[in-house]
């Protein structure tokens, strides 16, 4: 038990270094740092937003990126029929138009 106790807090330890060195990142970064001012997202969240972003500037609207993140439906329309799918990586809902 004290084998299994003393693993749990290396664990805890390495843990709290990557957090440590994830904060440094993003303070040194000039986009994730701004990027970790939004309301709600972390130091974790804002450097992986970042590298799989790169520049935001790609979208052209917050809910294109929004589209983008699986947040929001994507609109597929063609003449008088809308259709709104699910990115394909949301499993929620995988129905055809």
């Known amino acids: 038990?004290?084998?299994?106790?003393?693993h749990w807090?290396?664990?805890h330890d390495e843990i709290a270094w990557c957090?440590?060195?994830?904060?440094q990142h993003v303070r040194a970064d000039q986009a994730s740092a701004?990027?970790?001012?939004?309301?709600?997202?972390?130091?974790?969240t804002a450097s992986a937003l970042v590298t799989a972003v790169g520049d935001?500037?790609?979208?052209?609207?917050?809910?294109?990126?929004s589209v983008w993140v699986g947040l929001v439906p994507s609109q597929n329309s063609s003449g008088r029929k809308l259709c709104w799918?699910?990115?394909?990586?949301t499993p929620a809902f995988?129905?055809?138009c």
């Open 1 to 6: 038990m004290q084998r299994a106790q003393a």
């Open 9 to 11: 807090r290396g664990l």
């Open 19 to 23: 957090n440590q060195q994830i904060k």
């Open 34 to 44: 701004r990027t970790a001012q939004l309301h709600g997202v972390s130091d974790l």
């Open 56 to 65: 935001m500037r790609q979208f052209k609207s917050a809910r294109q990126f």
């Open 85 to 89: 799918r699910w990115p394909t990586r």
């Open 94 to 96: 995988s129905g055809r």
